[in-house]
């Protein structure tokens, strides 16, 4: 199991930038894969964005490429998402997660692939 924590959240004007971090305790971190979702209220959970274990492969949803990035530090076992140009629609409760397995091969975009998941940091994004 691996405790994950998110900070970071806020409020922004569209077009604003933040950074979020999830700094993980627990099993290794280093050798799982990670994800970032987001929950807007009244909608779905949906994923936004996963980077591999070793921090070379990402994947992201549509909406956000080129304006969100997901990155990781293995040495502080922290995962972060800068996000610049935010819209409105970006508004939600962001949460991290990580892979239920480890060395994975695969980047998975659906939630039940996920074990642990953090407490969630808001973002607001007004226009």
């Known amino acids: 199991q691996v405790q994950l924590v998110e900070s970071g959240g806020g409020l922004r004007q569209a077009g604003g930038s933040l950074r979020l971090s999830c700094a993980a305790s627990?099993?290794?971190?280093?050798?799982?894969?990670m994800g970032w979702f987001r929950q807007a209220p009244g909608k779905e959970r949906e994923f936004v964005a996963a980077?591999?274990?070793?921090?070379?492969?990402?994947y992201y949803r549509d909406s956000v490429k080129g304006r969100l990035s997901i990155s990781r530090d293995n040495d502080v076992n922290t995962m972060y998402l800068q996000m610049n140009s935010l819209k409105p629609e970006d508004t939600a409760i962001y949460f991290c997660a990580a892979d239920k397995r480890v060395y994975s091969r695969f980047l998975l975009t659906t939630a039940s692939a996920y074990g642990d998941w953090g407490q969630g940091t808001q973002v607001t994004v007004s226009s």
């Open positions: 980077i591999s274990w070793r921090g070379n492969n990402t």
């Open positions: 627990g099993r290794t971190f280093s050798s799982t894969s």
